[in-house]
């Protein structure tokens, strides 16, 4: 069982900076791909990004390529999610998921969410 705890979110103006993180209870560099989903207020939970289980790769939905960073610490078994110049349409409660071996859909394990807040 792997239990994912994530952290913050918040408030901030467009254009601005957030850095979520994502500390999971388990060891997961070299066994769990991670990944980052986002749900809009009245609208499906959507993927945003993920890392393979080695670090060596990521993949992003368009809309945040190039603004938005997903990175893993192994030491610390926490992944983040750098995310610049943020929009309002970035507002979403952001998740973080965990799956072992593939970093592709269905994730088994998720976080509780943390919100975040885009104004413009």
């Known amino acids: 069982q792997v239990q994912l705890v994530e952290s913050g979110g918040g408030l901030v103006q467009a254009g601005g900076s957030l850095r979520l993180s994502c500390a999971a209870s388990?060891?997961?560099?070299?066994?769990?791909?991670m990944g980052w989903f986002r749900q809009p207020p009245g609208e499906e939970r959507k993927f945003v990004a993920a890392?393979?289980?080695?670090?060596?790769?990521?993949y992003y939905v368009d809309s945040v390529k190039g603004r938005f960073t997903i990175s893993r610490d192994s030491a610390k078994n926490t992944v983040y999610l750098q995310m610049n110049s943020l929009k309002p349409e970035d507002t979403a409660v952001y998740y973080c998921?965990?799956?072992?071996?593939?970093?592709?859909?269905?994730?088994?394990?998720w976080g509780q969410g943390t919100q975040v807040t885009v104004s413009s």
């Open positions: 998921a965990a799956r072992y071996g593939d970093y592709r859909p269905p994730y088994r394990y």
């Open positions: 388990v060891r997961t560099s070299r066994s769990y791909a």
């Open positions: 890392i393979t289980s080695s670090g060596t790769n990521t």
